[in-house]
């Protein structure tokens, strides 16, 4: 079964500055997709970036990007010039590509804090 | 913001009740789906629905039970509540399963006294 492990419970930064959160994953599985979710307090969660398995090039959207790492099972996600909006839960999740293809897994999600 | 709508927000209520928490979506999509979320955890899958009359249970037990009538609305009932039932709910929808992002509600927070 495939899980994700998120090793941070809780991050913080200040204002203007870059994090990094820090997703692995255990899959025996070629072909998958990876994404990081957002939650802030008391709103919907939404995506905030994607990668698919098959492709070599880390996924960047504006602010965020990826550090997708195939063959360390790593796939963190870096935050720059981070903002007081990027302050919520954030989530790693894995959903393969073979038969229980409709199952995202979730991490237990790392809390950042934005500092002003 | 996505268009899928979980209702109510908050509820309290007390053991052996019976609750219906609504969740409905107008984007058309066909997949829909379930999470249970304690406090500080992660996110367990505890029912999806490939479409219209179809539905499924997740990896999380659970002792709720969904319909899939209308494409648009995926209730999620618990026919007598207890305690161990207080968490968040989430629904979710998505196109597709693989690459098809997941549009996710506000979420349903019960606590079952």
């Known amino acids: 079964a495939q899980t994700v492990t998120q090793s941070q419970p809780e991050m913080s930064v200040q204002e203007a500055e870059t994090v990094t959160l820090s997703c692995t994953y255990d899959t025996s599985e070629s072909d998958y997709y990876l994404f990081w979710y957002k939650q802030p307090p008391s709103r919907q969660m939404i995506l905030v970036i994607r990668q698919e398995a098959y492709k070599q090039q880390n996924a960047t959207e504006n602010r965020f990007s990826v550090n997708f790492q195939k063959a360390a099972k790593s796939f963190s996600l870096k935050i720059s010039d981070s903002q007081l909006g990027d302050a919520a839960m954030y989530f790693c999740?894995?959903?393969?590509?073979?038969?229980?293809?409709?199952?995202?897994?979730f991490g237990k999600g790392t809390l950042l804090t934005v500092n002003p | 913001e996505a268009d899928i709508y979980q209702t109510p927000r908050y509820l309290v209520i007390g053991t052996g009740k019976k609750i219906t928490l609504e969740c409905s979506q107008t984007m058309g999509h066909d997949k829909m789906y379930w999470y249970q979320q304690d406090p500080g955890m992660e996110l367990h899958l505890i029912h999806y629905?490939?479409?219209?009359?179809?539905?499924e249970k997740g990896d999380l037990s659970s002792e709720s039970t969904v319909s899939r009538i209308r494409t648009e609305h995926f209730p999620l009932t618990l026919e007598s509540a207890r305690p161990s039932h207080t968490s968040q709910y989430l629904c979710a929808s998505s196109i597709g399963w693989r690459t098809g992002e997941l549009f996710f509600g506000e979420g349903s927070r019960l606590t079952v006294l």
């Open positions: 629905s490939y479409g219209v009359n179809s539905t």
């Open positions: 999740a894995y959903r393969g590509s073979g038969g229980s293809n409709y199952k995202l897994t």
